[in-house]
């Protein structure tokens, strides 16, 4: 099985910069592409960030492009998401998802942690 756990959300003032981190403490995450997802209070759980098996091909929302970067260190088991220049639209809980293929649809996922809170000050 994948576990996931996500860490590092917290309160920021808009304009100031987090990073997400997922790790893993099954399978190793090579074998997955991962993803990064967020849900506001009232809305659906959107798409934010994907990145291959190797981490060769990343691909982002238009919401967060230019501001927010995905990497991952498959040796260290381990997704991050680096959030700069964040407002308060991207407060939000942020998931991390694994999958088979590097896709933007929630339901092609098939592990996801237990989520992150950002609250960004306006």
């Known amino acids: 099985q994948v576990q996931l756990v996500e860490s590092g959300g917290g309160l920021v003032q808009a304009g100031g910069s987090l990073r997400l981190s997922c790790a893993s403490s099954g399978r190793t995450l090579s074998r997955y592409a991962m993803a990064w997802f967020r849900q506001a209070p009232g809305k659906e759980r959107e798409f934010v960030a994907v990145i291959d098996r190797s981490g060769a091909m990343t691909y982002y929302a238009d919401s967060v492009k230019g501001r927010f970067t995905i990497s991952r260190d498959n040796a260290k088991n381990t997704v991050y998401l680096q959030m700069n220049s964040l407002n308060a639209e991207d407060t939000a809980v942020y998931y991390c998802?694994?999958?088979?293929?590097?896709?933007?649809?929630?339901?092609?996922?098939?592990?996801w942690g237990q989520g992150t809170q950002v609250t960004v000050s306006s």
């Open positions: 998802a694994a999958g088979t293929a590097p896709v933007v649809t929630v339901n092609w996922y098939d592990y």
